[in-house]
């Protein structure tokens, strides 16, 4: 049930910089949910760019219960330029989510993006964020709101980062989910990301695909994802 705000989709670097949060595939907006107690999962996805492939996977686990760790990133391949980032992401939850109720946390992260042509010293973001949630009609609509900032290194100061998406639960099984979101990581007009989830085997094996691009006329940022999700029985 993880990464908004730096996934993540990608959530991750937009073309080729680093985001600031990170979502239960294939959301970048947060939710107010973790992995399971003592298990771990990991997130893997493609995602295609206009002019670049990017391959992520952000392994993370629940050892306590009430702390998500994620540390991950991704390769990226522009043209024959190299790039790649990587991601350390701790959440925990104040009033986890329940059905028809609310709930929200706390998330505190660090990427760094490093390629051809990059300063190591100006390519590290730090991130804070609160995943807020609100489940309605018995689960099978969950709306998310993502409220934080980011510090990315160099002359850039502290701005706001959030997000604003939904899970609709196309057939009332849990299994077939549509998705939309609208997410601000970056100076500039916001982007918009639209998805399908579809468990193969309930709460262990996902499977994902989503179109997302700028809201901005003549936008270049057009990007799709294809991804995969595997959660692991208790371990700890």
């Not at 680093?18 to 239960?24: D, F, N, R, Y």
């Not at 991601?87 to 051809?116: C, E, M, N, S, Y």
């Not at 994902?208 to 809201?215: N, P, V």
């Amino acid at each position: 049930m993880r990464l908004l705000a730096l996934p993540l989709i990608c959530v991750a670097s937009l073309l080729a910089a680093p985001c600031g949060t990170w979502a239960a595939r294939p959301m970048v907006t947060d939710d107010a949910r973790l992995t399971d107690a003592g298990a771990c999962q990991v997130e893997t996805w493609f995602r295609f760019n206009r002019s670049s492939t990017e391959y992520w996977a952000l392994p993370a686990c629940n050892p306590g219960g009430n702390l998500e760790v994620t540390v991950g990133g991704s390769l990226a391949d522009s043209r024959g330029l190299y790039h790649a980032d990587t991601v350390v992401q701790l959440k925990t939850l104040f009033r986890p989510l329940q059905t028809d109720d609310w709930g929200w946390g706390l998330a505190v992260g660090r990427a760094r993006h490093i390629g051809a042509g990059v300063d190591d010293t100006s390519n590290v973001q730090r991130y804070f964020y609160l995943p807020i949630s609100r489940s309605v009609s018995g689960d099978r609509l969950v709306v998310h709101v993502n409220l934080g900032a980011s510090e990315p290194s160099g002359p850039e100061r502290w701005r706001g980062i959030g997000g604003v998406g939904a899970e609709w639960d196309v057939t009332g099984a849990g299994k077939t989910w549509l998705m939309g979101e609208v997410f601000d990581q970056q100076a500039g007009k916001p982007f918009f990301q639209l998805g399908v989830r579809r468990w193969l085997l309930p709460g262990h094996v996902q499977v994902d695909a989503t179109y997302g691009d700028r809201l901005e006329q003549g936008s270049a940022a057009r990007w799709f994802t294809l991804g995969l999700r595997l959660i692991s029985p208790q371990l700890f």
